[in-house]
């Protein structure tokens, strides 16, 4: 099981730790919500919990929960800019339907 990042979702991950103060790097996690039925969630994290599985890539750590992980395995974030607009992009192999607005997805 893993999950990865670019080398762009790398540096604004990096970035926003500095700005923060602290921070070992960022949990990734589902949520049941959005349109499709589950929605992605990001935060923070200062220490992993004992149930969290942590992977490193491009130099920082996503942190994420067993419960989660079975819906996020094998997803690349990613960080793109759209002429004014830029955020995170999930690239999940395990969707199989997104909603418009690229905010939730089902399995």
């Known amino acids: 099981m893993a999950i990865t990042v670019t080398e762009a979702a790398a540096r ?12 070992i790097g960022i949990r990734l996690g589902v949520q049941t919500s959005g349109c499709s039925g589950m929605a992605y969630k990001l935060e923070f994290v200062d220490a992993p919990g004992e149930e969290d ?8 750590r996503i942190v994420v ?17 759209e002429g004014l607009n830029e955020g995170f992009k999930f690239n999940n192999p ?3 339907a997104q909603c418009g607005c690229g905010e939730s997805f089902s399995v």
């Not at 599985?53 to 920082?60: A, L, N, R, S």
């Not at 419960?67 to 997803?75: A, E, M, P, R």
């Open 12 to 23: 604004h991950i990096e970035k926003s730790l500095t700005r923060r103060g602290k921070g």
């Open 53 to 60: 599985q942590v992977f490193e890539c491009h130099g920082v």
């Open 65 to 81: 929960d067993g419960k989660s992980l079975v819906y996020l395995d094998g997803t690349e974030l990613d960080f793109v800019r």
């Open 94 to 96: 395990n969707a199989k």
